[in-house]
């Protein structure tokens, strides 16, 4: 039978209330346990704040009946999660029932936000005596909740560990690779210990003899590389902490894997970095495992030991490790040090695909992190986010794909105007085309990832090609580099290839291509901050553009429409045909050697025909930069040779007022094109014919504020990291002070974006996606125009933005552009045809969903049809 609604009651004298504010908390536990269903539903509940949410591997899930039906049965959920709520006297942790999973995995639910329970239940663990926990059931998570303080003291015994299936610890809210928790060391200290050279055995000797051993002698080696971490953890397995960690040890004799296990890695992980020597006791000797990758040696003429591989267990055998003090290491042991393989941008371009390098610079660019499903319906994902870094040795940056290395400290902290190195980075380049466009360096298994505040004391910090690079950054004007600056936004990038022949070919999933029927139940299965690169058929119908001049003056946010605007969501007017949406612009579109002629062809027509209205905005009183000083991140690499403080990166001077505003009339009369329906839109005679008898038309033009790209602020240098980090898994008061919004920081794009429709090719459903025309004036180098010069309507596109700046000052926007007669005429050509669009998509958070088209393909290769 169906409990009654109740609301807890107030708690009675033997309950033992205590002094201070009653716990609404803890009379709802009384409440569940006093009610005979061990579960109640709650009428009128006050809200309460989350305090944590925590993620762990679930129990292994009963065998599944026979099926009834042929519909596959989804996935019993890989992991679960514990939320801690707070009602401002007291914290309670409680599990997540599984059918609620969602709401954690799209972010909806997170710390910091408030929600009201409207059922829960009490469940004990049957193999334990007096344990058991609330299970959330049912909630309802507030949009604009009361305030209420997330604080509140922790009950008498809490509980550190999850609560269901015995694990014994939590995992990283987003990935697997990072360490999490108490559990994980910071580091330990290294011990003076008496070493007998007399005893201790060589790699070399190991290699030979170990077959012949049992127990074997200690062993004295220096890490000179270090993997990320690898979780092997299983639902059907109860191993304590199934972790391991692999790193490469060198004595004079030569270099071994060795690989850290368990409970170990916790202990010993964060501790054993690269150059740090170890003695090693009672260690282990297994076969090593062939399917390993393997670093490149900064010694190439290092002889490497790829046998056998040298095992670190808690128990059979107990090892015993100590880190011996740098200061105590003797030349008479002959270590080897730690070498590199650092490279230049200039030597870059020479380099083969899959060359292992390392290589140091300034940010000037980074990314917001997002994530990738490792495998089809799975609930594991890498993390990753692109930065380009610059050297002074090339106009061109690097771009750096970079991975999560089980370095959270670092990768979350990675931002403009820190120096970045890298190391066992991987090249990436296209090497099937005359004339490669993708050019990029990746994270391997074996990178570690190094920033401002890290550099002290790094073996890399004495080799010559970081002295140079140093030496280049005290003859830079900070001022001059800040201006290229830019931080997150939506990163087009790698291109898809210029064939559609070639997308195919380089796609790894079973189906290559969707139906847009089927795009809505696909980003509905997406997580937070999941990155999916889908191609769907269609006909290019309708073509709008949409100023952020109106959005910026309203101070609105974007809202995305679906099928179904929930209650929730606001109305906002915006321009466009059928259900617009508002939106925020990107940047795209940079100039090389090569495109230069042809764009300032392109540009020059463009300027006849744009629109006169132009919107000036009021003089804006530039701040001066409050950071740390650059001489300060210089002193970590304890260069011994000084210049003038004054020419460090010095600050920008801010006594000069802004530049006047410029004005920009055309005098250009308007021509009339086919199709134009007015001067920022076009829509074809197909589209007007079917757009009112559609089965399904999907709206994911939206550009949210997260979407843009935004120039960087160091006052608020804190605000910004944290907007394009993911969310953390433990609320944290606010450790910055800035009372603005994302929005209101400067775009590094465009005034504007491209809504695009694409219908169908059966003519019954459509969907609208967004076109952010990306560039960045103040560094043409980070997004190029020349990615897209075979795909002659986004070319189009990308190219008014060009002109756009050009002929626009930075402190002007213009209301409304009208599409060139370019794009019109581009747009024409694709009327009725069939062509391929490759839609880049990503989850914001919650319901904010953003899609992107990256690359337009024509239908005219036989091999593609036949393949496809």
């Known amino acids: 039978m169906e409990d009654a609604a109740v609301a807890p009651s107030a708690p009675r004298a033997e309950e033992g209330a205590g002094p201070g504010p009653a716990s609404w908390l803890q009379r709802l536990r009384n409440e569940v346990l006093r009610s005979s269903q061990l579960s109640v539903s709650l009428a009128e509940a006050p809200p309460v704040a989350v305090v944590a949410v925590e993620r762990y591997m679930a129990e292994s899930p009963p065998l599944p009946p026979p099926p009834s039906s042929a519909l596959p049965k989804p996935p019993a959920p890989a992991y679960c999660y514990d939320v801690t709520l707070a009602d401002g006297s007291r914290q309670e942790k409680c599990c997540l029932a599984p059918p609620l999973n969602a709401l954690v995995q799209r972010n909806a639910l997170r710390a910091g936000c408030r929600l009201r329970l409207t059922r829960c239940s009490y469940l004990y663990d049957e193999k334990k005596l007096s344990s058991g926990f609330l299970c959330l059931e049912r909630l309802d998570v507030l949009r604009d909740p009361p305030d209420l303080p997330p604080g509140g003291r922790e009950p008498d015994e809490p509980r550190r560990r999850p609560l269901k299936g015995g694990r014994s610890h939590y995992l990283p809210l987003w990935n697997n690779e990072d360490p999490y928790g108490a559990l994980w060391l910071a580091s330990r200290p290294p011990e003076r210990v008496e070493i007998e050279v007399s005893k201790l055995t060589s790699l070399g000797h190991l290699e030979m003899n170990w077959r012949s051993r049992i127990h074997f002698s200690p062993l004295l080696v220096r890490i000179l590389h270090k993997a990320r971490l690898r979780y092997y953890g299983k639902p059907d397995k109860k191993l304590d902490i199934p972790y391991q960690a692999y790193f490469e040890v060198a004595d004079s004799s030569g270099m071994m894997s060795m690989v850290l296990w368990n409970s170990l890695c916790p202990e010993w992980y964060n501790s054993m970095k690269i150059g740090t020597v170890l003695l090693l006791e009672q260690y282990g000797i ?7 990758t393997q670093p490149t040696p900064g010694d190439s003429q290092m002889k490497r030991f790829t046998t056998i591989e040298i095992s ?18 003797k030349p008479e042991w002959r270590l080897p040090e730690v070498r590199y393989r650092f490279v230049t941008r200039s030597e870059l371009d020479n380099l083969p695909n899959n060359h292992s390098c390392d290589i140091i610079g300034l ?8 994530r990738t499903r490792k495998r089809e319906y799975s609930e594991d994902f890498w993390i990753h986010r692109w930065a380009h870094v610059v050297d002074g040795t090339s106009d061109q ?9 089980s370095q959270p400290d670092v990768f979350e902290h990675i931002h403009p105007m820190t120096y970045l190195v890298c190391t066992q980075m991987r090249v990436v380049r296209d090497i099937t085309e005359n004339t490669p466009r993708t050019l990029y360096l990746t994270t391997s298994n074996e990178s570690q990832m190094f920033i401002t505040g890290w550099h002290k004391g790094q073996p890399y910090t004495r080799d010559p090609k970081v002295k140079n690079f140093i030496q280049w950054i005290k003859t830079q004007s900070e001022a001059d580099q800040m201006k290229k600056t830019v931080i997150g936004g939506y990163c087009p990038f790698p291109p898809a290839p210029n064939s559609f022949l070639k997308y195919c070919k380089n796609n790894k999933v079973e189906s290559v291509l969707k139906a847009i029927s089927e795009m809505e139940r696909e980003i509905e299965d997406l997580h937070y901050r999941e990155h999916k ?12 553009y949409v100023s952020y001049a109106a959005e910026d003056a309203s101070g609105m946010e974007p ?3 679906g099928r179904v605007q929930s209650a929730s969501q606001t109305t906002v007017k915006t321009t466009g045909m059928s259900k617009d949406c508002v939106t925020k612009g990107k940047k795209r579109s940079h100039r090389n050697k090569e495109a230069n002629s042809v764009l300032d062809l392109q540009c020059a027509s463009l300027k006849q025909q744009q629109h006169p209205r132009m919107l000036t905005r009021k003089s804006r009183i530039k701040r001066k930069i409050e950071h740390r000083t650059e001489a300060e991140n210089l002193h970590e690499f304890q260069q011994e040779d000084s210049v003038p403080e004054q020419n460090i990166l010095t600050e920008p001077d801010t006594s000069q007022p802004d530049r006047a505003d410029k004005e920009g009339v055309s005098d250009a009369p308007e021509i009339e094109e086919m199709g134009r329906t007015s001067h920022d839109s076009w829509q074809s005679d197909l589209w007007t014919m079917v757009k009112d008898n559609l089965i399904d038309h999907l709206h994911y033009c939206t550009v949210f ?5 935004r120039k960087f602020d160091y006052m608020h240098k804190e605000f910004l990291i944290q907007q394009y980090n993911l969310h953390p898994a433990v609320y944290k008061p606010k450790e910055y002070r800035t009372n603005k919004e994302i929005h209101e920081f400067k775009s590094a794009s465009g005034p504007g974006h491209y809504e695009v429709t694409i219908l169908g090719i059966n003519h019954d459903v459509a969907i609208d996606v967004a076109f952010p025309p990306i560039f960045c004036p103040e560094d043409p180098h980070l997004f190029r125009i020349e990615d897209i010069q075979n795909d002659m309507l986004l070319s189009c596109m990308s190219c008014i933005s060009v002109c756009q700046q050009n002929t626009a000052s930075n402190e002007k926007l213009y209301d409304t552009f009208p599409l060139s007669n370019e794009i019109v005429k581009a747009a024409v050509d694709l009327d009725r045809q069939h062509v391929i669009c490759i839609l880049d998509i990503c989850r914001l958070e919650e319901d904010k969903v953003e899609v992107f088209l990256n690359k337009i393909y024509k239908i ?5 049809v036949n393949l496809v």
Not at 312 to 329: A, C, G, Q, S, Y
Not at 705 to 709: T, Y
């Open 533 to 544: 690169r889908f191609a769907v058929q269609g006909i290019i119908s309708a073509i709008r």
């Open 397 to 405: 940056p690097f771009i750096l794909e970079l991975f999560a290395t």
């Open 860 to 864: 005219m290769e036989t091999d593609v």
């Open 559 to 561: 809202i995305q429409e």
């Open 705 to 709: 504020p997260e979407s843009i790209p």
């Open 363 to 370: 940010v000037i660019f980074v990314g917001r992190a997002e």
């Open 286 to 292: 297994k076969t090593s495992y062939p399917f390993k």
């Open 312 to 329: 670190l267990n808690v128990r059979d055998p107990p090892t015993k490790v100590n880190i011996i003090p740098e200061k105590m290491v």
